[in-house]
């Protein structure tokens, strides 16, 4: 039955004309956001690690859109059904990875192939091609798992169009939930961001330690965020009717 649920899954998505329309729209952007990077007029080496450093906050905003429209609807467009998994020896935690699976590999490829080539074309150096790459996995991981779990709080199940459920009040309320996220992240790591920068500038060395000690620290808050919304969702679905 599991199998089944997952097998759905892809169907759908890949039978879905309108799904790979929006994709064709989604290169057509990467392109345009590509290029928009390249034709950046900066050439010092500290504006340049400084434009990678706001990048990743556009780019964790341009993910959280994405995970709006294709993640965030997932549950919604399961509609009722979900109620025959309540009547089977099925988990809802397992039909919950096995959507966060089908969903993550294919956005997080996508991000961090955004990010490397962003980087590359701005020519950063080695400590914010880490950076970057560190929160592009935990921000786009995060995101996703967001967008499963408050569409699992905030289901829509009559619509005419699956794009409206992601302009729903549940699609709204995901936005402003992850912008707060990536806000958080970007705040608490913008300190050592700083030392790093200035330290090129002054030609110090730097304790990387420092950084890693404040990814962590995100780590766990994104750990802590994931789990309330999970539980949440959970509790959600139990009272689904």
Do not use: H
């Not at 979900?82 to 988990?91: A, R």
Request: charged letters at 15%; aromatic letters at 20%.
């Amino acid at each position: 039955t599991l199998k089944n649920f997952y097998l759905k899954d892809i169907k759908d998505l890949l039978r879905d004309p309108g799904q790979w329309s929006q994709m064709l729209l989604l290169f057509g952007l990467v392109f345009v956001y590509l290029f928009s990077v390249k034709s950046l007029p900066i050439e010092k080496v500290i504006t340049i690690n400084m434009v990678a450093f706001f990048n990743t906050g556009i780019l964790s905003f341009i993910m959280a859109a994405l995970v709006n429209r294709f993640v965030f609807p997932s549950f919604s467009v399961e509609g009722r059904s979900l109620w025959i998994l309540k009547s089977f020896p099925v988990k809802i935690k397992d039909v919950f990875m096995g959507k966060f699976f089908l969903y993550i590999i294919p956005l997080l490829l996508f991000a961090i192939f955004l990010s490397l080539m962003s980087n590359y074309l701005l020519g950063v150096d080695r400590f914010i091609y880490l950076f970057t790459f560190l929160n592009v996995v935990t921000i786009t991981s995060v995101l996703v798992f967001l967008g499963l779990t408050i569409g699992m709080i905030y289901p829509k199940f009559k619509y005419s169009n699956v794009t409206e459920v992601s302009f729903s009040y549940g699609g709204i309320m995901y936005m402003l939930i992850s912008m707060i996220y990536v806000g958080i992240g970007l705040v608490l790591q913008a300190g050592p961001v700083y030392i790093y920068l200035r330290s090129k500038i002054f030609s110090k060395a730097l304790n990387y330690g420092n950084y890693f000690i404040i990814y962590f620290v995100f780590l766990l808050v994104s750990v802590v965020i994931c789990y309330y919304f999970y539980k949440k969702g959970k509790e959600a679905i139990a009272n689904w009717e």
